[in-house]
């Protein structure tokens, strides 16, 4: 059964740091486009950022490029979301999802199929 599990959420003051994790299992993530989203109370769901193909694609919303990096573990089986320099607008659920590799990586959260239950990231002082 495929399943997702988000880890390393929590409450962070503006300026700090987080790592999130994205377990994978029952599928192997080489072949799949790996997505962070995050959603945030009263708004629409928005990409974060998306990798593909081991890392050699990767993509960011603009709101976080320069802040947060994605990687991948293959041997893990694992995404990772680093994210720095928080702010109080970071302040979300963040989600990984991942789609079947059609060759694209994509932000956009309707284009995946399998979805995690989330990770509460919390940024204030």
């Known amino acids: 059964q495929l399943q997702l599990v988000e880890s390393g959420g929590g409450l962070v003051q503006p300026g700090g740091s987080l790592r999130l994790s994205c377990v994978a299992s029952?599928?192997?993530?080489?072949?799949?486009?790996i997505g962070w989203f995050r959603q945030a109370p009263g708004k629409e769901r928005e990409g974060v950022s998306c990798?593909?193909?081991?890392?050699?694609?990767?993509n960011y919303a603009d709101s976080v490029k320069g802040r947060f990096t994605i990687s991948r573990d293959g041997a893990k089986n694992t995404v990772y979301l680093e994210m720095n320099s928080l702010k109080p607008e970071d302040t979300a659920v963040y989600y990984c999802?991942?789609?079947?590799?059609?060759?694209?990586?994509?932000?956009?959260?309707?284009?995946?199929?399998?979805w995690g239950r989330g990770t509460q990231v919390t940024v204030s002082s």
């Open positions: 999802a991942v789609v079947y590799n059609r060759g694209t990586c994509s932000l956009q959260y309707q284009s995946y199929d399998y």
């Open positions: 990798i593909l193909d081991a890392g050699v694609i990767t």
């Open positions: 029952g599928f192997t993530l080489d072949y799949y486009a």
